[in-house]
């Protein structure tokens, strides 16, 4: 072999093809794994008590960030997956992985850097989860633009600590053993590890980016906190009201 033999790459001995992440079945595989992650999210919802369950608009709110980090991550994955050397399917799961663990880390510390500012500096407008009463656009936006400027930082950090020569030396040589075929090795890698890593780290990053009153002395109007209701007690009779109803009460 030449000294360019090193740039070659059979990819039937891959078995994940160089285009195998962006065609039909592969798109397929993250459309099916967007959905049920999200449906998860709609769960969670559903799972938090009723006097404390967020309102639908704060619930989207809250989880179309993540939406839009999670896309900004796995786009990235997907483009920088095949340009790497060695199987593209093998890539794609390292990424992923430590998106899923360091990267979340470096979320999670953003996350926490913008609520002492918040607090400190009295920006209600950077405190994740905060929108007011009735819940402003502009904040949304606000910590969307904030959250996807942290999802790209986390990334770049984690792409360019994969360009390491040393480490593309020997996690190119990582097979996904004993995994041979070509559509079961993609669909592990696009949902089945995905998925079952997606259900967690989406729960764990939705409760970072809800609003936990901290005491910040905020310039929007009215604040939205999220407070128990203790049962009102009339007799024989008892009543709970949810947080939807006690929101929409209060804009009255």
């Known amino acids: 072999m030449n000294n360019n033999s090193s740039d070659y790459i059979n990819w039937s001995e891959l078995h994940c093809s160089k285009g195998a992440l962006t065609d039909y079945y592969g798109w397929f595989m993250q459309f099916l794994l967007a959905v049920l992650a999200f449906t998860c999210l709609i769960g969670k919802r559903f799972c938090e008590p009723r006097y404390a369950r967020r309102p639908w608009l704060i619930w989207f709110y809250d989880t179309s960030k993540q939406g839009l980090g999670a896309l900004i991550i796995h786009a990235t994955n997907v483009w920088l997956s095949p340009h790497l050397l060695g199987n593209p399917c093998t890539w794609y799961i390292l990424n992923f992985m430590l998106d899923s663990t360091l990267g979340l880390l470096i979320i999670w510390a953003g996350i926490r850097l913008a609520q002492h500012c918040a607090r400190?500096?009295?920006?209600?407008?950077?405190?994740?989860?905060?929108?007011?009463?009735p819940p402003m656009c502009s904040a949304w936006i606000c910590q969307c633009i904030l959250y996807a400027a942290l999802a790209t930082f986390s990334k770049s950090v984690l792409a360019l600590v994969l360009r390491l020569p040393p480490l593309v030396t020997v996690l190119s040589r990582l097979p996904l053993s004993p995994v041979s075929d070509p559509r079961l090795e993609l669909a592990v890698v696009l949902l089945i590890i995905p998925f079952f890593v997606n259900i967690l780290i989406f729960w764990v990053t939705d409760n970072f980016l809800m609003y936990h009153p901290r005491g910040v002395s905020s310039k929007i109007k009215t604040k939205v906190r999220y407070q128990s209701i203790k049962k009102e007690k009339?007799?024989?009779?008892?009543?709970?009201?949810?947080a939807d109803e006690r929101l929409l009460g209060a804009s009255v």
């Open 120 to 133: 400190t500096y009295d920006i209600p407008l950077i405190n994740f989860g905060e929108y007011g009463k």
């Open 234 to 242: 009339s007799g024989s009779d008892e009543e709970e009201h949810s």
